[in-house]
């Protein structure tokens, strides 16, 4: 079966099994127009049926069938720009930027200054490293003064050799 939008006039092959005796919905791909679509020859029969019944009854006035108007397509007006997209005016405009050997305008003095993620993790290995290397020179000078803490120094520098090994392992095997 050949089917035609009523909008705009385009036809599609559809399957004539696709479209059962009490019809059924169907949508333009090109425009999105929604109707009901019968088989076409169930509608030639059941227009000579209401015609014989039209002729055989009292003539009816035939209400007109009122449409609902279809929903216009929103097209956005593109409004050309005033500035040319990376130029020095616009540039200076709206970032803040001059060209031309001029510096950079600062927009607000009260901005914060941050290191960042990587920073800051190199800065916290760097003060790991800095604490257990003064750690391990006193240590003798702690031991000698606070006895208890030999225990606990020693199971910390013992932590780190295990994991230096199993660094060690896992870069050599890989």
């Known amino acids: ?15 004539d099994s696709a479209i059962t005796a009490s019809g059924r919905m ?12 019968f088989p076409t020859n169930k509608i030639n029969e059941s227009e000579s049926i209401n015609n014989n019944k039209k002729i055989a009854s009292k003539p009816k006035q035939a209400q007109p069938k009122i449409q609902k108007a279809k929903k216009a397509k929103k097209t956005s007006v593109k409004k050309p720009r005033e500035i040319e997209l990376y130029s020095p005016e616009y540039l200076a405009k709206k970032h803040g930027i001059k060209l031309g050997g001029e510096e950079i305008k ?11 993620f990587y920073n800051s993790l190199l800065i916290f290995f760097v003060l790991i490293i800095f604490i257990s290397r003064g750690l ?39």
């Open 1 to 15: 079966m050949i089917l035609t939008c009523n909008s705009c006039g385009k036809k599609f092959v559809v399957p």
């Open 26 to 37: 169907v949508q333009c791909g090109s425009c999105g127009n929604k109707w009901k679509q």
């Open 106 to 116: 600062k927009t607000s003095s009260n901005e914060k200054v941050s290191l960042g």
């Open 136 to 174: 391990y020179f006193s240590q003798d000078f702690l031991v000698q003064k606070l006895p208890f803490t030999e225990f606990y120094i020693d199971y910390f520098f013992e932590s780190i050799r295990n994991m230096f090994e199993i660094w060690k392992s896992l870069v050599s095997n890989y």
